[in-house]
């Protein structure tokens, strides 16, 4: 496929990007600035703007699918206003889909989030988001996948490890998941379809909802040796762990999470045993097979 991805050169973008590069997809990158990706040779970059109209029509010309990415969130660094946030979320996300009407595009992926309601302006553009993704598949029939990703913001290695217990996923798993569902809904595998994006830790019940005391035990059982660099690290556990039942993604769509706290932990016991960097690192981009 032809896929055009809004908000190509951010943290999502990019390993999308690098996701559909490696099923052989055509691969157009919009955005305001420019990704280092470019500089690779493997994917067309274009300038957009989708508060823009002209923009965003030229940007979905030729295209066969869209992955719209482009967004303004409440946890910016350095923060914007609320009314940027509400003009690239809100009419962005319109501009986007009316030129889909106009180019007769049919598959879509919308970024949606777990922040999804009306605590914030953020969170209020992403009610309208959804509103606009089934307006736009009623007056199409367009397939269109509206996807609610949990956090996957750049943090330390530490901290994004203990993150994952909560509201936290790996951007693997969001490029795994937004690719799987462009290819779904180019095979018409859904009219409209939403998900929760989030990872899936495999424990059992009791040891989720009582992960402070029992987990410890349940991590040493998969990785022995390992609670020794818990405290070491001091890695802080949370009472319960948050989790969501991914089953329809599985069924729709066909994916599942693959990084989860333990997959975590043994990266942790790698770097740690081969003295690499743990204290500077910043994830995504540098962890195993990231690229």
């Not at 990158?29 to 029509?57: H, K, L, W, Y």
């Not at 319109?94 to 009306?118: D, H, L, P, Q, T």
């Not at 937004?178 to 059992?204: D, K």
């Not at 009472?239 to 043994?266: C, M, N, T, Y």
Request: glycine letters at 8%.
């Amino acid at each position: 496929m032809k896929v055009l991805v809004t908000g190509a050169s951010g943290n999502g973008g990019q390993a999308v990007c690098r996701q559909l590069l490696q099923a052989d997809h055509q691969v157009r990158m919009a955005d305001v600035i420019p990704s280092a990706m470019i500089n690779e040779g493997t994917a067309e970059f274009i300038r957009c703007d989708t508060r823009t109209v002209s923009d965003v029509q030229r940007a979905v010309q030729g295209m066969d699918g869209v992955i719209h990415l482009a967004a303004w969130h409440c946890s910016h660094q350095p923060p914007v206003s609320d009314d940027t946030i509400f003009a690239v979320n809100v009419d962005g996300t319109y501009n986007v889909f009316e030129a889909c009407r106009k180019e007769g595009i049919r598959s879509i992926v919308y970024a949606s989030s777990m922040a999804y309601g009306w605590g914030s302006v953020y969170g209020v553009s992403k009610v309208i988001g959804e509103d606009l993704c089934r307006a736009y598949h009623e007056m199409t029939g367009a397939s269109i996948a509206m996807l609610r990703y949990h956090e996957f913001i750049p943090r330390p290695y530490l901290e994004f490890g203990a993150r994952l217990l909560r509201n936290g996923v790996d951007r693997r798993d969001v490029a795994s998941a937004t690719v799987m569902a462009l290819e779904a809904a180019a095979a018409e595998a859904f009219g409209l379809f939403r998900t929760i994006i989030h990872t899936n830790h495999g424990m059992p019940e009791n040891v989720r909802s009582h992960f402070a005391k029992l987990g410890p035990e349940w991590c040493e059982q998969q990785i022995p040796g390992i609670t020794k660099l818990l405290e070491l690290y001091n890695i802080a556990l949370p009472d319960e762990v948050e989790q969501h039942d991914l089953s329809e993604a599985k069924r729709i769509i066909g994916w599942e999470p693959r990084v989860g706290f333990i997959e975590f932990l043994r990266d942790l016991q790698l770097r740690h045993e081969q003295s690499l960097e743990i204290h500077g690192l910043v994830v995504p981009s540098e962890l195993p097979n990231d690229r």
